[in-house]
């Protein structure tokens, strides 16, 4: 995994979950697939598999540009600016 300049503005420590699910999609009546949590906010939302892609949306709407999985015993990040693990 490569590091990127995004990786060394997060909030330490890691913001805690706002939700424990995709907040959207339970408003939508959709259901995720995977779940990722914003590492700048704390936002949950869906991965690109799930109908509606709640995570690239927030990073869209936010530029919030880092994430990590938040399923349980994956521990891998994602930058969606340099779009890398991280």
Do not use: Y
């Amino acid at each position: 995994m490569n590091e990127c300049p995004h990786v060394d503005a997060l909030p330490h420590p890691e913001p805690a979950p706002l939700s424990d699910t995709c907040p959207e999609c339970l408003a939508a009546g959709s259901h995720p697939v995977q779940l990722r949590l914003c590492l700048e906010c704390g936002h949950v939302g869906c991965c690109d598999s799930s109908p509606l892609k709640h995570a690239t949306q927030h990073f869209n709407e936010t530029g919030h540009a880092v994430i990590r999985t938040f399923e349980p015993g994956e521990s891998w990040r994602w930058c969606f600016v340099d779009s890398l693990l991280v």
